[in-house]
């Protein structure tokens, strides 16, 4: 039923507004609406916290047909139910759970996850921002940088170093000490918001420590969980939108004719069909698999690298040959396929870049042998 109600909001409600999302910057609010009405902010959020409680198993099903619409609309929901929301899950005091996460799971609560800094980018264990105990509370400093949703965020999940280790922090909006920059103009994306965050003196009580006093120490430990998830869910991201590249693909190869004939007959047209379809296939496999390892409670690191690596990889070759297929109208503004290539070329960046999906692949093999 769920992937049934996907389907006509992407087809009927969201395709429709990628066009305005792309222009404007920001995502229509009907659009908001749709998505909050569905419980998409409680994905996998469980049951007795107010979501949906999908499985990982789940979750990639939902995306890939949820990204056969522009990764925008994603980006609204995917922190607060990725790396933020999952934070709170996986390492939350049940007290942060039960506050938290019923908000989350109402679209009342954007979460942002505050890891990368200016000089601390794939690099994350070098990252700068402290936080020092003062009487009953501690006291945060440092400056984050290309913080998802950050203008909307009523939660910042925030990493910074307590004497020599990293510790994750729960850090309502509107704390005084937190300054949100204007958002940063993005290539592709344009209606998900990306903006940096500081914190200056910002005063946080005892309680706002992540999983509480047994937290102190473990963010590092923290995030590369939430970012094992996250790296899934990209990767199913990239299926979606692979998806809909071919969809657009074939579409066009079926209508254009060139030499008195549809392009879709001609061997050269096929054969970028064929490569698609072959590493979108492959893609999913992987995606899938991994997935239902997570869920079976097997450590993914490596496989899910292989997943986000893979998957975001093919998705780029895929985007480059759906304009090559449509030739000149595939270099125009208003053709689905430019925005769609714009697009696709951030999945290769975040949560981790290709390279460093490389090193973890190549470094847990290692470790494993």
């Known amino acids: 039923l769920l992937l049934e109600a996907t389907r006509r909001l992407v087809d009927g409600v969201l395709i429709p507004a990628e066009a305005e999302a792309d222009r404007t910057g920001d995502i229509p609010p009907a659009a908001a609406r ?8 409680g994905l996998t959020i469980p049951e007795a916290h107010g979501g949906l409680g999908l499985s990982r198993s789940e979750e990639v099903r939902f995306l890939f047909e949820f990204c056969r619409a522009s990764p925008t609309f994603r980006s609204l929901i995917g ?4 790396v933020g929301g999952k934070a709170i899950l996986l390492d939350g005091t049940e007290a942060q759970k039960t506050h938290w996460l019923p908000r989350i799971a109402r679209g009342e609560t954007i979460v942002s996850f505050c890891l990368t800094e200016p000089d601390s980018g794939s690099d994350a264990k070098a990252l700068k921002s402290r936080a020092r105990r003062d009487g009953d509370g501690w006291v945060i400093d440092g400056s984050k940088r290309f913080v998802s949703n950050a203008p909307h965020a009523g939660l910042f999940v925030v990493m910074a170093r307590t004497d020599e280790r990293v510790t994750a922090f729960v850090v309502p909006a509107g704390t005084p000490g937190i300054a949100v920059a204007p958002p940063w103009q993005k290539m592709g994306q344009r209606g998900a918001h990306v903006a940096d965050v500081s914190f200056d003196g910002c005063r946080v009580p005892a309680d706002a420590v992540l999983g509480g ?3 102190i120490g473990r963010g590092f430990n923290t995030a590369m969980k939430a970012l094992d998830d996250g790296r899934l869910h990209i990767a199913a991201v990239a299926v979606g939108l692979g998806r809909r590249l071919v969809e657009e693909m074939l579409a ?7 030499f008195g004939e549809p392009i879709a007959s001609f061997q050269l047209i096929q054969a970028m069909l064929a490569d698609s379809e072959a590493e979108l296939a492959a893609a999913r496999a992987l995606v899938e698999a991994t997935a239902g390892r997570r869920d079976a409670g097997e450590p993914v690191t490596r496989d899910a690298a292989s997943a986000k690596y893979f998957a975001t990889e093919a998705v780029w070759r895929i985007a480059d040959r759906a304009v090559q297929l449509h030739g000149g109208y595939g270099y125009m503004n208003d053709t689905p396929v430019e925005r769609l290539f714009r697009d696709a070329r951030l999945l290769r960046l975040f949560e981790g870049t290709s390279q460093i999906m490389q090193l973890v692949i190549a470094r847990e093999m290692l470790r494993e042998a």
């Open 34 to 41: 749709a998505m909050r009405e569905m419980g998409l902010f």
């Open 252 to 258: 066009h190869a079926r209508t254009r004719r060139q």
């Open 79 to 82: 922190t607060t139910v990725g």
């Open 213 to 215: 006093e047994a937290g």
